[in-house]
């Protein structure tokens, strides 16, 4: 199975008295980054939930955010009455001097002043904190079911490129055949042209003209190549995060399809490197986003 980096999920329950959501974005990163929202009275879960996120989803760049909704009557803030009496005097005493009645509006804007609602800071719920677990755990399921969907369907789109390659390079081995001997009697003919046939010492030029086509061979080539391949189709039907070991064997291709390239020599071979290096360009971006 074959994972990407983009995923999502979202789970949206109710558990007593608040409505509890978990949001999980993730996108591809190179390494693992991972941002996480809390409110400040589940903050001493915040490591315990990061790990979770590194157990479940590995690597990308992740978004974790959680929201609490109150849905009855409690609150956890409270009025500091003795601080909003304060304030309340000394706001009278103002307007009084002004010669101004204190308007209604200012004893509801007393309220905003700093210190006049304090937080009540009651202890976790163990059991609270089970729900909210599961709750967590739902998302972050939803998030890698997102990735596993979009993670088949770039397997078959990479494995068709793949094939595509090794279909291409069948068919550079007839043309490699005629390339050569199209080159040998290339060769021939303009030294012909130039130079007196008698003049032509045959063990030199037959010594000269294999060390040239030594260079311009790409048997070697194609065989490393055609392994390069089957070794990442291979690779993408192992378990785990393949991403980053998919990525090398993708530069190793894109090697041996460049050295075809400069040795082809040939407009018919280079037409096929072209179109080799077509699907690579399309397999690379592909595998920028494999877990």
């Not at 996120?53 to 955010?65: E, H, V, Y």
């Not at 690779?235 to 990525?247: P, S």
Request: glycine share 4%.
């Amino acid at each position: 199975m074959m994972y990407s980096m983009t995923g999502y999920g979202r789970v949206v329950k109710d558990i007593p008295g608040k409505k509890i959501t978990i949001e999980v974005k993730a996108l591809n990163s190179k390494q693992f980054d991972l941002s996480v929202r809390v409110p400040s009275y589940y903050r001493e879960k915040e490591l315990e939930i990061r790990n979770k996120i590194a157990q479940k989803l590995f690597r990308g760049k992740i978004d974790f955010s959680m929201y609490v909704e109150l849905i009855d009557e409690k609150t956890n803030s409270s009025i500091n009455e003795p601080v909003y009496k304060a304030y309340y005097q000394q706001l009278s005493r103002v307007y009084e001097s002004m010669g101004i009645n204190m308007p209604h509006e200012a004893v509801a804007e007393i309220l905003r002043l700093p210190d006049v609602l304090s937080a009540v800071h009651d202890e976790l719920d163990p059991e609270e904190w089970k729900e909210i677990e599961k709750i967590v755990g739902e998302a972050l399921e939803q998030c890698n079911q997102y990735r596993l969907q979009e993670g088949e369907a770039m397997y078959h789109d990479l494995k068709g490129r793949i094939d595509t390659i090794q279909q291409l390079l069948t068919e550079i081995a007839p043309v490699e055949q005629n390339r050569i001997k199209q080159i040998k009697t290339r060769i021939r003919n303009k030294l012909d042209e130039f130079i007196d046939p008698e003049k032509v010492d045959e063990n030199r030029f037959e010594q000269e003209l294999v060390h040239f086509l030594d260079k311009l061979d790409v048997n070697e080539e194609m065989v490393r190549l055609d392994n390069h391949c089957s070794y990442f189709l291979k690779t993408m039907d192992e378990e785990g995060a393949v991403g980053k070991k998919l990525g090398f064997i993708t530069q190793e291709i894109g090697r041996e399809i460049n050295t075809l390239g400069s040795k082809a020599n040939d407009a018919q071979m280079q037409k096929l490197v072209v179109r080799m290096k077509d699907q690579l360009e399309k397999i690379k971006e592909q595998a920028l986003n494999i877990l």
